[in-house]
């Protein structure tokens, strides 16, 4: 199982293009734009 089905799953979504979307429309970012950002800010020492 891929990782975004993962998470989709265990937040209580069925379908993973509709958590995506919901994921966005909350955050203003894509899961793979937010985990960019994570893992961007996470190397560099800084807090989310």
Do not use: C, I, W
Not at 10 to 34: E, W
């Amino acid at each position: 199982m891929n990782p975004l089905k993962f998470l989709a799953r265990a937040v209580g979504y069925q379908d993973p293009l509709h958590f995506s979307k919901q994921f966005k429309m909350r955050t203003g970012l894509s899961p793979k734009q937010y985990r960019a950002y994570a893992q961007e800010r996470l190397t560099a020492g800084e807090a989310l």
